[in-house]
């Protein structure tokens, strides 16, 4: 009988500041009312802060998991993640930035293939930094989501890297225009579209904007968990669902 395996989803960017944890953690949300298990794993090796939005302080991270799995220690991975609710766990980035260039391919191979049998979905947490790790990521995933926003510098970005996927033959991705809480629209997704030369698959709108985002943040809250803001924001939660649910059906 063959396994059922994890679907695999990173979400990324071609540059800082775009909202790519932010959505990432949403997805995890919609997933978790979906009733399915979700991993997160953050490999933002230099400024992972998954488990401070999650308020999930960690004792262990996915750099004590490859110490242990390179000397033999490993036993299982409820030792390294972390529990946010009964459908959602953590495997943090190192609290140290200098252990990530540590990490070898080899070792996630394994930490993902281990994963890939225990959970329904994994999401990955990139940064738009293309370490070794992060293209090894892209290569293991089933889908690719690729967060930007309207501004100039983040759509030259995306352009070249639409360039290189192609060049790569990589057509397993996606393009979310985060538009939440920007109100100066420089340029109308035509424009958008015609400057990277690729479609935009989703946009998040510019009204989702939590003007006390900061309570949320300190009360580790996923928003597409919070009913409150999931009846306020019904637009932009239809936005996450209707992602959430493609990625599954176009892994298949």
């Known amino acids: 009988m063959a396994l059922n395996k994890a679907k695999i989803f990173t979400i990324t960017s071609v540059k800082g500041g775009v909202g790519k944890t932010t959505t990432l953690i949403n997805l995890a949300g919609v997933y978790s009312k979906m009733g399915k298990n979700v991993l997160i794993i953050d ?5 992972g802060d998954v488990s401070y939005l999650l308020n999930l302080p960690a004792q262990n991270d996915i750099y004590s998991l490859y110490e242990d799995i390179s ?6 991975l409820d030792d390294y993640i972390l529990n946010y609710n009964k459908n959602i766990k953590l495997l943090a980035a190192p609290k140290d930035p200098r252990f990530a260039r540590k990490i070898d391919n080899k070792v996630l191979n394994l930490i993902l293939y281990k994963a890939s049998l225990r959970f329904d979905v994994i999401l990955i947490d990139t940064n738009h ?7 090894f990521a892209l290569d293991y995933s089933d889908q690719i989501i690729y967060i930007i926003n309207n501004d100039s510098v983040n759509l ?4 070249t890297f639409v360039s290189i996927l192609s060049e790569m033959g990589k057509t397993n991705y996606k393009i ?42 300190n009360q580790g809250s996923i928003l ?22 493609n990625l599954i059906k176009e892994s298949r």
């Open 43 to 47: 490999l933002d090796f230099f400024s």
């Open 71 to 76: 000397s033999n220690k490993f036993n299982s």
């Open 129 to 135: 930094i293309l370490t070794d790790i992060n293209l």
């Open 156 to 159: 030259k970005n995306m352009k």
């Open 176 to 217: 979310v225009l985060n538009n939440s809480g920007n109100k100066k629209k420089y340029y109308s997704n035509f424009d958008i579209k015609n400057i990277i030369n690729k479609n935009i698959d989703y946009v998040i709108p510019s009204d989702f904007y939590i003007k006390n985002i900061d309570k949320y943040i």
């Open 224 to 245: 597409t968990l919070d009913e409150t803001i999931s009846d306020k924001y019904k637009k932009s939660m239809k936005v996450f669902d209707e992602i959430a649910n």
